[in-house]
């Protein structure tokens, strides 16, 4: 099984529909990223959490939101979704101070309609 | 914001020909990262780099931490097949402020390699 697991993997939606992208981790870690990857523009973080109680925003929050259920789950909400959403959405994990390795889940394609 | 300029954006080498790109920076960091990603996959950790003028490798792979902390570069010795994919440079600030543990990404190099 996946350390970090990314749910759905592909998901097409209409636009002004409201949709949400899950991740869920085993490795314990504190922190988890959220990052959208659109061809040569790499990967842009969205939002990030450092603990449950603790959420900030990315480079291009606008139109995003999230939640961190619990230290293991952390979703990205689209809550009226738009054409130029449409990307490639990762999330990612790492161990808390002094530990840089980021570790990925395999995706979510999302297209807007 | 900080901003990773990467390049190449893109590469077509010939097996067992070496490859390099590098990855220019607005402002310091002081951990240097770079990943790839294979096709339908995250990307993944190959080369971390943590202090300016440092030098590593981890098997065919060469990479370098700027010593103006500004910028780095990755070199692929004897590109194989599998070589193909997307590389990212990314850098990162550890020592507090308002940046501290966020991971900056350059735009990526896709790496194509003919057998």
């Known amino acids: 099984d996946a350390d970090v697991t990314q749910t759905p993997r592909n998901r097409i939606t209409k636009t002004g529909k409201r949709i949400m992208l899950e991740c869920s981790q085993t490795?314990?870690?504190?922190?988890m990223y959220w990052y959208r990857q659109d061809p040569g523009l790499g990967l842009r973080l969205i939002y990030y959490?450092?603990?449950?109680?603790?959420?900030n925003k990315g480079e291009i929050s606008d139109g995003y939101s999230v939640s961190r259920q619990a230290q293991a789950k952390f979703s990205l909400s689209l809550e009226s979704a738009i054409p130029n959403q449409t990307a490639l959405y990762f999330c990612?994990?790492?161990?808390?101070?002094?530990?840089?390795?980021?570790?990925f889940g395999q995706g979510t394609r999302l297209t807007v309609v | 914001g900080q901003q990773l300029n990467q390049s190449p954006q893109s590469m077509f080498i010939q097996e067992g020909e070496d490859v390099s790109m590098n990855c220019t920076s607005s402002?310091?960091?002081?951990?240097w990262l770079w990943y790839k990603q294979d096709p339908g996959e995250g990307p993944v950790l190959l080369i971390a780099?943590?202090?300016?003028?440092e030098l590593t490798s981890n098997g065919r792979l060469t990479a370098q931490f700027g010593i103006t902390r500004k910028d780095s570069f990755l070199n692929i010795s004897a590109s194989i097949p599998s070589d193909v994919g997307i590389y990212f440079c990314?850098?990162?600030?550890?020592?507090?402020?308002?940046?501290?543990?966020?991971?900056?990404f350059g735009q990526g190099t896709i790496l194509t390699v003919h057998p």
């Open positions: 990612a994990t790492r161990a808390g101070k002094g530990n840089t390795e980021a570790f």
């Open positions: 490795k314990g870690h504190d922190r």
């Open positions: 959490s450092f603990d449950v109680k603790d959420i």
């Open positions: 402002s310091i960091f002081n951990t």
């Open positions: 780099l943590y202090k300016a003028g």
């Open positions: 990314a850098g990162q600030l550890t020592d507090g402020g308002t940046s501290y543990g966020k991971l900056t």
